[in-house]
Every structure is written in structure tokens, then in C-alpha cells.
């Protein structure tokens, strides 16, 4: 049974940081593709953060040069650093894998099979 866990998730001010983090269970972690997703009220989940099985990173436009992805294989966990945070990252932030990934499958949420329950960020 795949499960994910987010935490990290709060509040911040503009240009402050936040780290939020994922575990995962229940599958081969060194398969899998995994990425960060959000949701702001009234506006569609957009993609923010993928990592692929090879370690290749892909970032939405919008947060480049501010977050970083990364994975922790030794426990299982993924991570997201978002620095200089702005008002407009403000969402539910959603981690989600797809545990056997052969090909990149990069920020569409459409190939993500498993997604964790979120967690909120705010930035004032």
C-alpha cells in the first residue's frame, strides 16, 4: 500500500523560507518519479517541483531559482526548499509519485499515482 505523508507545511513571510518534506512507503523508492504539486483556492493544482528516477529536476517558471527538489533515498523522503517565498505561493502543497517510473513523466499530474493529503502554506 503506497502512502505519503507530507509535513513542513505553515506560515511565513514574504521572502522567508520553508521546507516541506514527504515520506513515502509502501513500494521501490529508487523507481519511482516524484514531484510537488499546489492548489490555491479557486485556481487550479498546477505543478511546481519533479524529480525523476534519474535525478533529473524540472521546475514550474514560476518558482525557478527560488525552490529546490531533492530526495533523501536513505529514509524514503522527498523535500522541498522554497526560499524567497512570495504571497502568490501561498497553497496546499501536494506531494505525489508514480512508484514505477520508466520514462520522465516531468509535472503532469496525469501520470502521478499516488498523492499524500497536503499541507498548507501560507506566505503574508
Known amino acids: 500500500h503506497v502512502q505519503l505523508v507530507e509535513s513542513g507545511g505553515g506560515s511565513a513571510l514574504a521572502g522567508g523560507s520553508v521546507r516541506l518534506s514527504c515520506a513515502a512507503s509502501?513500494?521501490?523508492?529508487?523507481?519511482?518519479?516524484m514531484a510537488w504539486f499546489r492548489q490555491a483556492p479557486g485556481k487550479e493544482r498546477e505543478g511546481v517541483a519533479s524529480i525523476e528516477r534519474d535525478g533529473e529536476r524540472r521546475y514550474a517558471e514560476s518558482v525557478k531559482g527560488r525552490f529546490t527538489i531533492s530526495k533523501d533515498s536513505g529514509n524514503n523522503t522527498l523535500h522541498l526548499q522554497m526560499d524567497n517565498l512570495k504571497p502568490e505561493d501561498s497553497a496546499i502543497y501536494y506531494c505525489?509519485?508514480?512508484?514505477?517510473?520508466?520514462?520522465?513523466?516531468?509535472?503532469?499530474?496525469?501520470?502521478?499515482?499516488?498523492w499524500g493529503q497536503g499541507t498548507q502554506v501560507t506566505v503574508s
Open positions: 505525489a509519485a508514480r512508484p514505477y517510473c520508466v520514462v520522465p513523466i516531468g509535472l503532469s499530474s496525469q501520470k502521478y499515482t499516488a
Open positions: 509502501g513500494y521501490t523508492y529508487n523507481r519511482n518519479c
